[in-house]
């Protein structure tokens, strides 16, 4: 699968090489000239060219920047992986919630999109290939559209994700605040390599 990455920080880097490493082709949009040897290229021809893109910038940017890629990205599968976290009082604070989400203002700024807001609730080392006691941890996804959440949860299984799916997108209302407490976990413990799971009871037959 051609896989167009928007955002070149670690998580845009982490998801690009463990991609790679499962033998899908990509590239990360980006405006640098290079980026540790991985494939770039600028943002709408990134973006045009690919079968599934994800969003993983920094959640303040991330609206402004789907919106100015509205043409390239109508009918894609459009992965967000973004949070809104708002760090000026100096701890993360969600800046929206509750009765709206980041999500959903991405999924509003490209309706011509298949929104899933997926990896926002795990952090970058373990986004591909998650090797952790208990078996694969548990991700969490929401959409409006079916056939992108098949898409998006094919690719989570093929790279080590059990997968739970929500609903539609504005259960970004729930996934976002869960990066909070993933965040506080890793804070008071000062570890950043943990994970979510889902346990449930066997259906009968």
């Known amino acids: 699968m051609r896989i167009g990455i928007l955002g070149s920080g670690v998580v845009g880097r982490a998801l690009a090489t463990g991609y790679l490493r499962h033998g899908h082709e990509v590239r990360i949009g980006t405006r640098q000239s290079e980026l540790d040897d991985l494939p770039i290229g600028p943002a709408a021809q990134v973006a045009a060219d690919s079968d599934l893109v ?6 303040a940017v991330a609206v402004e920047l789907v919106s100015g890629l509205a043409a390239e990205l109508d009918g894609k599968v459009l ?15 969600l800046y929206v919630g509750t009765t709206d989400s980041l999500g959903e203002q991405v999924q509003r700024a490209v309706p011509g999109a298949r929104v899933v807001k997926a990896y926002n609730t795990v952090g ?16 969490f ?11 998006v949860g094919d690719l989570l299984r093929e790279t080590g994700w059990d997968v739970a799916d929500l609903g539609g997108i504005e259960a970004s209302r729930y996934l976002e605040p869960m990066c909070m407490a993933w965040v506080a976990y ?14 449930r009871q066997p259906t009968a037959g």
């Open 124 to 139: 970058n080392a373990l986004m591909v290939d998650p090797d952790l006691p208990g078996g694969p941890p548990t991700m």
């Open 186 to 199: 890793g804070a008071r413990n000062g570890t950043w390599t943990h994970a979510f799971r889902l346990l």
């Open 141 to 151: 996804i929401a959409g409006d559209d079916p056939a992108a959440k098949e898409t």
């Open 79 to 93: 992965v967000d992986a973004t949070n809104p976290l708002d760090m000026s009082a100096g701890g993360p604070q």
């Open 54 to 59: 994800v969003l993983a910038v920094q959640g």
